[in-house]
Structures are given as C-alpha cells and as structure tokens.
C-alpha cells in the first residue's frame, strides 16, 4: 500500500469544516450574545453567567467548544493563507505551517487553561 504524498485533503477537510461551524454557529452567538441577552429577551445577563457555567465544567461539552474552536481557526488561518497567496504574496511553506501549528496551540492553551 503507499503513502499519500501530502496532507491537502486533511487540509481541506479541515478548512471546509470549519466554515461550515462558522457560517452555522457564529451568527446564533453573535444574536444571542449582542441582541438577545443585553435587551433582556432571552432572560437577563446578571443570572446567564449562573446559567451558562456549569455547562462549562461539564468535560464533554467543554471539548466540543473547544473544539468549534480549533475548526474556526483553523478555517481563518487556512482562508489567510491563500488570500495571501491569491494577492501575490508568497509567504512559503514554513509560514503555513506557522499559521497551522499556531492554531494548534490556541486550541491546546485553551483545553488546558480551562480544563
């Protein structure tokens, strides 16, 4: 059997998955966290942090918040990337490998600074 000569469809599975979390999660956050909350229609923001909170100490539900994480930011450092590439500016191969191993590190910071 022979080996895959590069990592492009992991790449891209990534990259497609974390759009796909930031085109269906990201704009329910942003309406239930600017709209919602601050008016009062979904309950007031003195008892939300009371409310939200315990989900949080839950292990699983804290690993799939991380991980809409890693894949929003990974899907920014993918797109930024070849945006850069797309301008003409050839950043090379160490840069994304730079961008990629920062994610990484973010998402790993915040599995152990909240765990």
């Not at 809409?68 to 990974?74: A, D, G, N």
């Not at 990484?104 to 910071?109: M, R």
């Given at each position: 059997m022979s080996k895959p000569n590069n990592l492009k469809p992991i790449y891209w599975i990534l990259f497609a998955a974390g759009g796909m979390i930031s085109a269906l999660v990201l704009p329910a956050l942003i309406v239930i966290l600017s709209w919602l909350l601050p008016f009062g229609v979904i309950g007031s923001a003195d008892t939300f942090y009371q409310t939200v909170s315990p989900l949080f100490h839950n292990g699983l539900?804290?690993?799939v918040v991380v991980a809409?994480?890693?894949?929003?930011?990974?899907h920014t450092a993918h797109r930024f990337y070849y945006v850069l590439h797309d301008f003409h500016i050839h950043v090379g191969i160490k840069t994304r490998y730079a961008l990629y191993a920062f994610v990484?590190?973010?998402?790993?910071?915040t599995l152990v600074a909240g765990w």
């Open positions: 539900f804290y690993l809409v994480l890693f894949m929003i930011l990974w990484i590190a973010c998402a790993l910071w």
